[in-house]
């Protein structure tokens, strides 16, 4: 038997837009390895060039928002209870 339901690594914030704290193991993994590859490039990149660094970052960034994007919620403004 097949549901339709999504699993959702990253639920919705309850007041504003986007996504709170990971509420499955995957996307606590996804968020410990985004912080690791960040720490990673604050050590070994950004002693080289700051500026490779905040590139680095934002391509960071960007790669966990499209996770959360993918396997989260769907974003909307929320304020309080639905």
């Known amino acids: 038997m097949k549901t339709n ?3 959702i690594w990253f639920p919705a914030k309850k007041y504003g837009w986007g ?4 509420c499955a193991w995957q ?8 912080w690791v590859l ?5 050590i070994f990149i950004a002693p080289m060039s700051i500026v490779l660094f ?4 934002i ?3 960007f790669a966990l ?6 396997k989260g919620e769907k974003p909307r403004w929320r304020w309080g209870k639905d």
């Open 38 to 42: 960040l720490g990673g490039g604050g």
């Open 27 to 34: 996307g606590w993994v996804v968020f410990l390895v985004w």
């Open 59 to 61: 391509i960071l960034g």
């Open 19 to 22: 996504w709170g704290a990971p």
């Open 5 to 7: 339901k999504k699993d």
């Open 65 to 70: 928002f499209i996770v959360a994007l993918i």
């Open 54 to 57: 905040v590139v680095y970052a």
